[in-house]
């Protein structure tokens, strides 16, 4: 028994020798010459990608653009006569035209601004009378400046004559509402704002002696 024992014991002791060949050690069950904790870190280098190309924009034809025709505008000829240097007729001369076209459109907001509220009241209201009657106003027209006298107040008072034309126009009749082939008198004041000369108001009724009876329109 004891012989038996002693055979099993040099046994193990070869199949140990075996297992345990040259001068390296088994390092936990790795293979051989593969160390667990590697000195450094692989580099790893990816593939540059090449650059994008950005795509150029599609050419977009331009949309043809149509020119609006202009505006109609109410033409009045103002002439001042021998009164044209009296910085109350310029005004007057850079004031009526305005007056006419709110005539000619019947609009008053035309002289909603850069006018006296006064001024403008009262356009308002002959405007709506025109509208309610179906009257209208027929360009061109005229007006003659021959006069002008002061007034309390600063005011300027420029008495003129108005052409034919300025001269509601009915349209149901055909003939106008005031058939005055030589013009008839009309007197405005005249009054200095921030933004110069303009008209205040027409003069109700109009002043006597304004005699239109000789003068020549253009229009």
Excluded: H
Aim: aromatic letters at 8%; a positive charge; charged letters at 15%.
């Amino acid at each position: 028994m004891r012989g038996r024992t002693l055979t099993t014991a040099a046994a193990f002791l070869v199949v140990l020798a075996g297992c345990s060949g040259g001068g390296e050690t088994n390092k936990g069950g790795l293979p051989i010459g593969v160390d667990d904790q590697p000195d450094s870190n692989p580099t790893i280098t990816l593939p540059t990608p090449p650059p994008q190309s950005t795509p150029a924009p599609r050419p977009t034809s331009a949309k043809p653009t149509t020119a609006k025709p202009p505006a109609a505008t109410a033409k009045v000829v103002v002439v001042p006569g021998r009164f044209g240097a009296e910085p109350a007729v310029q005004g007057l001369v850079a004031k009526y035209p305005l007056y006419y076209q709110a005539l000619v459109s019947r609009n008053s907001d035309i002289v909603k601004t850069g006018f006296p509220a006064i001024f403008y009241a009262g356009t308002a209201t002959d405007i709506e009378a025109a509208k309610d009657a179906g009257w209208l106003m027929r360009p061109p027209g005229s007006i003659v400046v021959i006069g002008t006298s002061k007034q309390p107040y600063g005011v300027v008072r420029v008495n003129l004559c108005r052409s034919q034309r300025l001269q509601w126009w009915n349209p149901k009749t055909r003939k106008f509402v005031v058939n005055a082939p030589k013009g008839t008198g009309e007197a405005i004041d005249m009054v200095r704002t921030g933004f110069g000369w303009t008209m205040y108001r027409m003069v109700r009724p109009i002043p006597a002696g304004i005699n239109c009876a000789t003068v020549r329109y253009p229009v």
